[in-house]
């Protein structure tokens, strides 16, 4: 019997909610008023803290601004179009050229890789690109 070897997701849920975050902000702040990290864990549904600890993460990779303070919160630094998704998860998740293997053996590699490693580098590809050529504006449904 031969098994079919399905690729590993792409995002782990760590990678996927400064996704969420991120667009719940870009969309939120178009009225031009700062987020409150509370207003998007309610809407996650994520802990106040926990996410608080992504948004600072974005924050220091420079696709979110932070204020502190009673009028404080978070907005984006840029466009949403002018931020692509890879620019968001890549603190987060390893969506570059040097993936993780797919049986956990590290970094995925041409030579003396594992038993999956061509047929998992070809079908993780059109996702990683996606990644690379798609922003926020894009998931917001919009270019703006």
């Known amino acids: 019997m031969t098994t079919q070897l399905e690729p590993a997701p792409v995002l782990t849920r760590t990678g996927g909610y400064p996704l ?34 992504i948004l600072q993460t974005l924050a220091r990779a420079g696709i979110l601004g932070s204020e502190r303070g009673r009028n404080g919160g978070f907005r984006m630094t840029r466009p949403p179009r002018e931020i692509l998704l890879i620019d968001v998860v ?41 990644f690379e050529t798609r922003s926020l504006a894009d998931l917001m449904g919009r270019h703006g």
Not at 34 to 41: D, H, Q
Not at 112 to 126: D, I, L, T, Y
Request: net charge negative; charged share 25%; with cysteine.
């Open 20 to 53: 969420h975050a991120a667009v719940a902000i870009a969309e939120r702040e178009s009225d031009g008023r700062l987020v409150l990290a509370t207003e998007i864990a309610a809407d996650l549904d994520l802990p106040a803290d926990y996410l608080a600890k």
């Open 90 to 130: 890549a603190p987060f998740d390893n969506l570059g050229p040097e993936r993780q293997c797919l049986l956990g053996r590290g970094t995925c590699m041409e030579v003396g890789g594992c038993p999956a490693h061509k047929q998992w580098r070809e079908a993780s590809a059109p996702a990683f690109r996606f």
